[in-house]
């Protein structure tokens, strides 16, 4: 089969490789008919995860068809439409029974890190039964790919930790993929103001679109004089970090009204400053997490209302055999105005 490989920094190639068979009777093969390329897979690019090694199979997103299923998989069974959940969770460890999926003793995120991931024409999926979503046949699947990873992780990590209110402000830093998906779940709870905070004035037009109250390009260094001006100096009640680096966290403790929230989406590869000299008598919380995924049959059942269209994510498309060019387009978002990629397999 056809997969996108990882070869060590700055190195992939599309290459053949065998079709993975079921290696645990908890395993599920999945045939993948919609995937798409994660931030996540360029920062391992980049060679900032060292979890994930030469030779690995990238990609932790998609849906597709069961193929066949290990003894031990009693939810599915071969010709069964699927969603694969970025996060494998075996259900039974400490964690699972916490619902921290994303700390599952032997699951968690492995899929395209410590084991084959989805860019590929078939999956093995661990723990199916705790990891696979049914979705009707009808389903739109490029919308569905939308729930693998980053609606699950805009929603648990920026709107849930952040505690989203009824009426209450809110400010999201980084409108990429995972702030517009922050952006869209955070109107479930209908707060007052939405603010998005990005350097790209086509990524604030998107966030217009899907619902943000105000938009905000940071370029000139004045996104906080802004935000204290269109919140009557107070700040922002939450502020949803979707970037990850230094400067974007150290504008959320700038954002941040007393009583507040800083809910931390973005990876980070750098220390950052905690400005506590100025924070400390401010009530605040700052929370972090890795997207644990329990939120997905709950999403699954907001898109089939269509409350919500995660569709509106989806700029470019790909068969499997273009991927090089997806990965290109999608690394070069400023250019290309590429937010989520769909890639046919
Ligand atoms: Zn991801
Ligand atoms: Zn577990």
């Given amino acids: 089969m056809k997969a996108l490989v990882y070869l060590g920094p700055n190195k992939k190639t599309l290459d053949q490789r065998p079709k ?11 045939k993948v008919s919609k995937t798409t390329i994660c931030g996540t897979d360029l920062h391992i690019l980049k060679g900032d995860l060292p979890s994930c090694q030469p030779g690995r199979v990238l990609g932790h997103e998609g849906v597709g068809i069961v193929d066949t299923v290990g003894k031990g998989v009693a939810a599915f069974k071969p010709g069964d439409h699927v969603l694969i959940s970025c996060i494998s969770a075996c259900g039974k460890c ?6 921290m999926y994303s700390h599952c003793t032997t699951g968690g995120w492995i899929l395209g890190n410590s084991i084959d991931g989805t860019q590929a024409e078939f999956v093995r999926i661990p723990y199916a039964d705790t990891s696979l979503y049914r979705i009707p046949a009808d389903s739109d699947e490029e919308a569905l790919v939308m729930l693998s990873d980053i609606l699950p992780t805009g929603f648990e990590c920026g709107v849930l930790n952040g505690k989203v209110q009824p009426g209450s402000s809110v400010a999201i830093v980084g409108a990429g993929p995972i702030g ?3 952006l869209l779940t955070a109107q ?7 603010i998005m905070i990005d350097l790209d004035d086509n990524r604030l037009e998107m966030a217009q679109r899907f619902g943000a109250t105000a938009v905000i390009n940071s370029s000139d260094g004045k996104a906080l004089d802004k935000v204290l001006k269109l919140t ?5 009640d939450t502020a949803i970090e979707a970037v990850g680096i230094p400067a974007t966290f150290e504008l959320c403790e700038k954002l941040v009204a007393p009583g507040g929230t800083i809910a931390n989406i973005g990876v980070h590869g750098t220390k950052v400053n905690l400005h506590l000299e100025t924070l400390w008598s401010r009530n605040i919380t700052i929370t972090t997490r890795l997207v644990d995924a329990v939120s997905t ?6 898109v089939r209302s269509n409350k919500i269209d995660p569709k509106l994510l989806i700029t470019h498309r790909f068969k499997l055999d273009q991927i090089m060019d997806a990965y290109e387009t999608f690394a070069n978002a ?3 105005k590429a937010l989520k990629v769909i890639i046919e397999a």
């Fill in 20 to 30: 993975p068979e079921i290696a645990a009777p908890t395993d599920a093969i999945v």
């Fill in 94 to 99: 400490m964690y699972c029974r916490k619902l």
């Fill in 180 to 182: 517009l998906a922050a």
């Fill in 188 to 194: 479930f709870y209908s707060p007052a103001d939405i």
């Fill in 232 to 236: 009557d100096q107070r700040g922002v």
């Fill in 297 to 302: 049959p709950m999403l699954l059942n907001v």
């Fill in 334 to 336: 400023a250019k290309t």
